[in-house]
Nanobody
Framework: VQLQASGGGLVQPGGSLRLSCGASGFSLEYYAIAWFRQAPGKEREGVAS????????YYRDSVQGRFTISRDNVKKQVYLQMNGLEPEDTAVYYC?????????????????????WGQGTLVTVSS
């Protein structure tokens, strides 16, 4: 199981970025995926997660309405569309995967549930 996060960069407040998480070595349809982030000096926190079916999603309160998680199981990609970015969104963003069954509705929030992690991509929101 390998995950590759990409799409980070420098963006001004109010701007947008789309992060991608590429999956290889496993069938994405069997895995729930989540995005986490870790800001300098802070603990890692969950941002958004999506069930293996793609039907259920979870967002932390601070990104609700601004971020959208989606997946394309054929392309083996999971995306995090981030709009209305704020300086507080500055962090290294990680994607993570957990086996949850073929196209199920289960969504997992705790990072302890995720055994597979990508390397992280840096998002910096600054003027």
């Amino acid at each position: 199981v390998q995950l590759q996060a990409s799409g980070g960069g420098l963006v001004q407040p109010g701007g947008s970025l789309r992060l991608s998480c590429g999956a290889s070595g496993f069938s994405l349809e069997y895995y729930a995926i989540a995005w986490f982030r870790q800001a300098p000096g802070k603990e890692r926190e969950g941002v958004a997660s999506i069930s293996s079916s793609g039907t259920n999603r979870y967002y932390r309160d601070s990104v609700q309405g601004r971020f959208t998680i989606s997946r394309d199981n054929v392309k083996k990609q999971v995306y995090l569309q981030m709009n209305g970015l704020e300086p507080e969104d500055t962090a290294v963003y990680y994607c993570a995967a957990v086996a949850s069954g073929f196209r199920t509705v289960h969504v997992f929030i705790s990072e302890r549930r995720y055994p597979y992690w990508g390397q992280g991509t840096l998002v910096t929101v600054s003027s």
